[in-house]
Nanobody
C-alpha cells in the first residue's frame, strides 16, 4: 500500500510559478513511476507529466511542455511538479499518482493522492 499526499497548491497570478510536492509513504516508492494529473470540474482528468523510477526519463503533455518540470527524490519519497509561466487555463485540482506500468503514458495507476487546488488568476 502507498499513500500519496500532495501539497503546494494555491493562488498565483498568471505568469507566476508554483511547486507542487507529493509525499509518499508505504512500500518501495522507487519501484513506481510517478505521474501528475489535473482535473477541472466537469472535465475528465488530464495527464500532465510522468517520470521514470530513477528519475532519468520524463514525458509531458503538450500543453505544459517547456513550462512544467517533473522531478523526484527517491531518498525523500517525494515527487515534484515545478510549474512556471502559469496560465489561467492551468487552474485545476492537481493529483499525483503511482503506477507499476511501463507503458509510455499509462492509463492505469495503482495509487492516487487526494489532490491540491491550483488557481491562476489572470
Amino acid at each position: 500500500q502507498v499513500q500519496l499526499v500532495e501539497s503546494g497548491g494555491g493562488l498565483v497570478q498568471a505568469g507566476g510559478s508554483l511547486r507542487l510536492s507529493c509525499a509518499a509513504s508505504g512500500r518501495a516508492f522507487s519501484s513506481y513511476r510517478m505521474g501528475w494529473f489535473r482535473q477541472v470540474p466537469g472535465n475528465e482528468r488530464e495527464f500532465v507529466a510522468i517520470i521514470s523510477r530513477p528519475g532519468t526519463t520524463t514525458n509531458y503533455a503538450d500543453s505544459v511542455k517547456g513550462r512544467f518540470t517533473i522531478s523526484r527524490d527517491n531518498a525523500k519519497n517525494t515527487v515534484y511538479l515545478q510549474m512556471n509561466s502559469l496560465k489561467s487555463e492551468d487552474t485545476a485540482v492537481y493529483y499525483c499518482a503511482a503506477t507499476v506500468s511501463n507503458v509510455l503514458r499509462p492509463t492505469i495507476y495503482n495509487y492516487w493522492g487526494q489532490g491540491t487546488q491550483v488557481t491562476v488568476s489572470s
